[in-house]
């Protein structure tokens, strides 16, 4: 990949009132990608980053054999889709969630040094020339949450607060469906700012809005029907620069992503988790028994769901 796929087109930086924004606060980039681009981290989603040894949602019902490569157990189902609607979902559209680098525990809501796997390269260097163009020279992407989400998905109100260093960004990337965002304050009960996230786009929280309250109440289905959004019509180049980090995505492997986007999205956060030479802090037994609660949980919900978990409000 060169660096000129992902930095930010001059002048698309800007602030939560569309002013050009060159420092801290809350970024919007529209979709700064070139043509086809995006092809690849959609694949890198689907096909790659879903892979062990990362952590997903699945590997609290099913066994490391059954969650082996959702990839290649999914693929033909996705392909058949267009024939067979009624068929049951497959694992990968039963994806929640996907945790790279530093893994995050759901449970105690914190990061530890050894729940960790190699952060991906390509991923971190994208993280890295968007956190640069932003301001934020020496941002070290170290742990990413990728969700998945359905028609019918939502992301509760919460703050991510977990990570140990808040003077780094939180970078955030949408792939596929656009949704709605809402970017609160830092008490859950201030009125919340509405935008749309389409294919593409990138946020950026840091400084006053790195801990401010944010959801995703609804994700939008294609006007038009089961359609992919128009930036995903135009597909990677035939011939790529050889220092490109990019890769060609067959038309097969293509194919089985686009079924899939037609009624999901799929957004990548990516964080740096400690400061420069900081290191975890040592926990007492009796510190770790009392993290693990469920209060405060913020995962992917959707209708099907057999746990409900609080929503918020989309008319508020």
């Known amino acids: 990949m060169t660096a000129n796929t992902v930095i930010p087109r001059p002048g698309t930086l800007t602030d939560i009132h569309g002013r050009q924004n060159t420092g801290a606060g809350f970024i919007f980039i529209p979709n700064p990608f070139l043509p086809g681009c995006q092809w690849h981290w959609i694949k890198q989603c689907l096909k790659l980053y879903s892979q062990k040894p990362n952590v997903c949602n699945l590997d609290k019902h099913m066994t490391k054999e059954e969650t082996h490569?959702?990839?290649?157990?999914?693929?033909?189902?996705?392909?058949?889709?267009?024939?067979?609607?009624?068929?049951?979902?497959?694992?990968?559209?039963?994806?929640?969630?996907?945790?790279?680098?530093?893994?995050?525990?759901?449970?105690?809501?914190?990061?530890?040094?050894?729940?960790?796997?190699?952060?991906?390269?390509?991923?971190?260097?994208?993280?890295?020339?968007?956190?640069?163009?932003?301001?934020?020279?020496?941002?070290?992407?170290?742990?990413?949450?990728?969700?998945?989400?359905?028609?019918?998905?939502?992301?509760?109100?919460?703050?991510d607060r977990s990570e140990l260093d808040h003077s780094?960004?939180?970078?955030?990337?949408?792939?596929?469906?656009?949704?709605?965002f809402l970017l609160g304050g830092l008490q859950r009960d201030e009125a919340p700012t509405a935008m749309f996230m389409h294919s593409g786009d990138i946020m950026v929280m840091s400084g006053f809005s790195r801990l401010l309250n944010h959801a995703v109440p609804r994700v939008l289905p294609h006007p038009d029907g089961e359609c992919l959004p128009h930036c995903l019509e135009t597909p990677l180049p035939a011939v790529l620069p050889s220092n490109s980090l990019v890769e060609p995505c067959s038309e097969e492997?293509?194919?089985?992503?686009?079924?899939?986007?037609?009624?999901?999205?799929?957004?990548?956060?990516?964080?740096?988790?400690?400061?420069?030479?900081?290191?975890?802090?040592?926990?007492?037994?009796?510190?770790?028994?009392?993290?693990?609660?469920?209060?405060?949980?913020?995962?992917?919900?959707?209708?099907?769901?057999?746990?409900?978990?609080?929503?918020?409000?989309?008319?508020?």
């Open 253 to 316: 492997d293509w194919q089985v992503c686009a079924t899939y986007l037609k009624t999901a999205r799929v957004n990548m956060t990516v964080r740096q988790v400690l400061a420069t030479d900081q290191d975890f802090p040592a926990e007492t037994m009796e510190e770790t028994k009392r993290d693990i609660t469920t209060d405060g949980l913020c995962h992917l919900d959707d209708q099907n769901s057999p746990v409900k978990r609080v929503r918020l409000n989309p008319d508020t």
């Open 168 to 180: 780094k960004p939180l970078l955030s990337f949408s792939f596929g469906q656009s949704a709605i």
């Open 69 to 159: 490569n959702l990839w290649e157990q999914s693929k033909e189902f996705l392909r058949s889709k267009e024939v067979n609607k009624r068929r049951p979902r497959s694992l990968l559209e039963k994806l929640r969630w996907v945790t790279l680098g530093y893994h995050y525990n759901w449970d105690s809501k914190k990061y530890s040094a050894d729940h960790y796997t190699p952060f991906p390269s390509d991923l971190a260097f994208l993280s890295e020339q968007v956190a640069a163009a932003c301001g934020f020279q020496d941002f070290r992407a170290e742990a990413g949450i990728l969700n998945y989400y359905r028609l019918d998905s939502t992301l509760g109100i919460h703050v």
